[in-house]
């Protein structure tokens, strides 16, 4: 781990996150309905922030494109419950494989030909936009209407719930999720070779590692997850639409987090979307109510400027300076 | 058949155009390997000047055509200079964040000043048409084309013929020999992205007679400007501009055939398929 060194860190971090996720655990009975869904959201950007890091921050491919991923995992799940009556959760694994499978494809296209850096930002983006025209075009899929999920009462089977409390902890469940496995990829042999791979791609293909299906599998396991917040997205809005989950817009927003907070650390994209995310409906909220679309986009712009120009390490690694109590040198 | 000889014809018209925008993409690339991300926002931003030097003071496009390119200049001249001058090291997907960002901020305030709908400038000429045979031309889109294969050669004998061109095509090929013989490489740089953000501002002007816009139309802008250039080959003048009139025809022929909104799918699927087979334009040997 990056972020945390040092003994007294080592002792601190543990406390830290306990500390922190039992106030989490316990927000929703002393925080009012509108803070609870700003934690939701705070949490469903964290998530997809956390996927994203997998691919774009640990292995360094950054992609355009991940609204991909989330969209086939919105739309998956929606339609085998509308369609099918399967329960969302597992609709949310079968959204998850799917989105995996595409990941393997546009990997295995993009690193097969050596699409790097600034390509893969293209491609990836490409790619998107495609599934995006293509379900506004789908009118089986809702086309530009969008589907709307049927609300058939609360129930845990369905994921369907009255109220905010119980998507809260939904969302918070799968944060801890992606971050426990986060961590495990981190200190694994897989993870490692990711971050070889992100520092010098030829010379780590030099000293053996089989950079192709490394990539690869940061590529689907990115897109699985991504896959499943697809599927808490349509069932917490109970509406999808292709400009909202497939759109480039929505990519900015899932990689904004980590670049923001850190990328390539555990905790970047959590730090990120904790800052963000707040930022970002504050701004929607009252822009809006003034009529000024797009404002909060003018913010993200000269956030992601200012971030580039001056803590191109994103701000996580500051903050954990700050709880190491480091204050020498 | 006339179907399809009027798309090629339509789309070799439009291909100039487009042929314009990416040399300004390509330049950028060739001199400083930035890819600006922000290419199509600078385009439709040129295309509101245009439009309000045309509706409030009646200026005619063509004629606002080097006010445009001026403004242009100053807003990539600052943009080299204050933002990408300030990262020439860090990573390129760093860099091209970083444009990302630029472009969000364009794009955005766009939309706040003019809101989303799209708006088409009425000029006298706007609808005008040249028959020639079974075949019909519109005169904007004529004109169009013309003005830009004259701008475009103007620009190439700039780089060529002029000593402060020859000063930019040495930074482009060494960096450090630039350096080393005394060049202000930075100066260089500015001057270089506002040059290519000039050929931008100069084709808003040209297409604004007879392409609507709106601030949404930035992204496939940015992205046809990417194929031409991808198709060209970065940094290839002559591969970038029959890249233009190659995709323009391709676009035209696909709109015969394809109905007009699966257009774009096409555009993305051949974006892909010209990144994945030749990453290094159509005009180069094969290597590496």
Known sequence: MRAFTGERAARRGPMLVGGALLLLLAAPLYLGSYWTSTLILVFFYAYTGQCWNILGGYAGQVSLGHAAFLGIGAYTSTALFMFAGLTPWLGMLAGGVLAALLGLCIGFVSFRFHIRGAYFILITLAFAEIFHLLALHLESLGGAQGLFVPFTGASWAKMQFKGNTNYYYVALALLVVITLVARALERSKLGLYLVAIREDEDASRALGVNTMRCKLAATAISAFFTALAGAFYSNYFFYIHPDEVLDVELSVDILLRPIVGGAGTLFGPIVGSFILTPLAELSRAYFSKEGLIGTHLIIYGLLLIAVVLFFPRGVAPYLARLVAGKRTS | ?288
Request: charged share 10%.
């Open chain 2, 1 to 288: 058949m006339t179907l399809y000889v009027q798309a090629i014809l339509n789309g070799i018209l439009v291909g100039g155009v487009y042929g314009l925008v990416a040399i300004g993409l390509s330049l950028i690339f060739g001199v400083m390997k930035i890819i600006n991300f922000a290419h199509g926002e600078m385009l439709v931003l040129a295309m509101y000047l245009s439009f309000f030097l045309f509706t409030l003071l009646g200026i005619d496009p063509y004629m606002s055509l080097f006010v445009c390119a001026v403004a242009a200049f100053i807003l990539g001249y600052g943009v080299q200079r204050f933002l990408v001058n300030r990262i020439l090291h860090v990573p390129e997907e760093m860099q091209v964040l970083l444009m990302l960002g630029v472009a969000l901020v364009l794009q955005n305030a766009t939309l706040v000043a003019w809101g989303p709908n799209f708006r088409a400038a009425q000029t006298r000429y706007s609808l005008s048409t040249v028959w020639l045979g079974p075949l019909v031309m519109d005169v904007p889109r004529l004109v169009a084309f013309v003005l830009a294969l004259a701008l475009a050669l103007l620009l190439y004998l700039f780089l060529r013929r002029t000593e402060l061109g020859t000063t930019i095509r040495a930074a482009a090929d060494n960096r450090d020999g630039a350096v080393l013989i005394g060049l202000d490489v930075r100066r260089i740089y500015a001057f270089s992205f506002g040059l290519g953000a000039a050929c931008v501002g100069a084709a808003g002007s040209i297409i604004l007679p007879f392409l609507p816009m709106s601030p949404y139309s930035a992204l496939s802008f940015t992205l046809t400007s990417f194929i031409v250039v991808i198709l060209g080959g970065m940094g290839s003048f002559l591969g970038v501009l029959v890249g233009g009139l190659f995709v323009g025809v391709a676009e035209n022929l696909g709109a015969v055939v394809l109905t007009s909104s699966s257009k774009y799918i096409f555009s993305y699927a051949l974006l892909i398929l010209v990144m994945v087979l030749r990453p290094q334009g159509i005009f180069r040997g094969r290597s590496g």
